[in-house]
Each structure stands twice: as structure tokens, then as C-alpha cells.
T-cell receptor
């Protein structure tokens, strides 16, 4: 399987704190994507970072990519209770291969 | 309103029965995908299709079958050969298969064996 892994599996923080989750993947990539899943729902695309980019920002999201280590991180700044969800990284070489996910709980 | 629709939202299957999960998209996407998600786990690819009348097995295709007779439709049949079918099933589409495209997901079908 080409499935990647997120770390940590679960993360619980207070509202206003920053949340960082990491992703490791196995194959060479052209891009890496991050998705969010609210409980019992489908996934929603958050951000795509290309293999020649090291960092990308979108609102309160900051993604980094280190292709030499085959790893990426997602930082959510100034978290809100509404950020509570599972977050998945995905590679998209031929199909979309998703990691195992980080379950984030933001406590109001 | 463009999107991808899965139905039903909940489905109950008796042991030995085949059931079919529906997935329809009006995004004019060429590529479509089926994933299985078990509690607290990631998504595992069952089947994918990059164009009408073509589909390929993913990592866990055994006990499942699909068809792609129309661009907008990619139904998944869970056969009696699938020994542990209870799971959350997600359908997705993308404008084309391959790098740099975004996957759009339906809201999922939760299948339970009774």
C-alpha cells in the first residue's frame, strides 16, 4: 500500500492555540494535498503544495514540505472549536492515496 | 449546484446479500474513485475509473464490483464475497486522474451488516 501516515493520531488543544500535524509518505510525489473530514462526512480539500515548494499559506493554514524526508506538516494557527475534525494528507501520483489521519479536538 | 451525491446515507445488508451504493456527479469529471473507511482509520482505495467504460482495481477490490457506463455515475456493488463489509464508503471524483487535481467527495454511505 502507498498509504502515508499522520502523526499524532489524535491531538487535543485549547481554542486559540496552534495545532501541528505531520505526514510521512512513501513514494516520490509531484504534489501533496491536505484534506479535512468532519465526523461522518466526506473529505474537503484544504490545500495543495507542489514538490518544488517548501511552504504554502492559506488563511490560518500553513503547510510545509520536505521531499528529502518524504514528510509534510500542517499548521493551523489560532485554532477554533469549528476546526475540530480529522485531517488527512494525500499523495496524487496516479490515484489519491490518503494517510491514516490526525483527529483534532479544539476545546472551547 | 455542482457536486457529488452518494445514496443512500445509511444501508443495512443481510449476510449473503449483494447491495449497490450509488455515486453520481455533475461536475463533468472524468475520474471517479471509491474508498472504504473503517472507524478511526484512513481511506483505502477500492476501485477507480479514469474514463467511461474503464476502471481499475485499487488496494482492496476483493468482494466489490463497479461499473462506469456513464460519465456521471460510478456505482459500487458490495457482494456476498466481501466478508467484512461494515464500513463507511466514500465516493470521490476529480477532473482527471493524475497529479495536481483536487478530489471532491460525496457525503458517504454507512453500510452495516445485520
Amino acid at each position: 500500500s502507498q498509504q502515508g501516515e499522520e502523526d499524532p493520531q489524535a491531538l487535543s488543544i485549547q481554542e486559540g492555540e496552534n495545532a501541528t500535524m505531520n505526514c510521512s509518505y512513501k513514494t516520490s510525489i509531484n504534489n501533496l494535498q491536505w484534506y479535512r473530514q468532519n465526523s461522518g462526512r466526506g473529505l474537503v480539500h484544504l490545500i495543495l503544495i507542489r514538490s518544488n515548494e517548501r511552504e504554502k499559506h492559506s488563511g490560518r493554514l500553513r503547510v510545509t514540505l520536505d521531499t528529502s524526508k518524504k514528510s509534510s506538516s500542517l499548521l493551523i494557527t489560532a485554532s477554533r472549536a469549528a476546526d475540530t475534525a480529522s485531517y488527512f494528507c494525500a499523495t496524487d501520483v496516479n490515484q489519491f492515496y490518503f494517510g491514516t489521519g490526525t483527529s483534532l479536538t479544539v476545546i472551547p | 449546484d455542482g457536486g457529488i451525491t452518494q445514496s443512500p446515507k445509511y444501508l443495512f445488508r443481510k449476510e449473503g446479500q449483494n447491495v449497490t451504493l450509488s455515486c453520481e456527479q455533475n461536475l463533468n469529471h472524468d475520474a471517479m474513485y471509491w474508498y472504504r473507511q473503517d472507524p478511526g482509520q484512513g481511506l483505502r482505495l477500492i476501485y477507480y475509473s479514469q474514463i467511461v467504460n474503464d476502471f481499475q482495481k485499487g488496494d482492496i477490490a476483493e468482494g466489490y464490483s463497479v461499473s462506469r457506463e456513464k460519465k456521471e455515475s460510478f456505482p459500487l456493488t458490495v457482494t456476498s464475497a466481501q466478508k467484512n463489509p461494515t464500513a463507511f464508503y466514500l465516493c470521490a471524483s476529480s477532473i482527471r486522474q493524475g497529479s495536481g487535481t483536487e478530489a471532491f467527495f460525496g457525503q458517504g454511505t454507512r453500510l452495516t451488516v445485520v
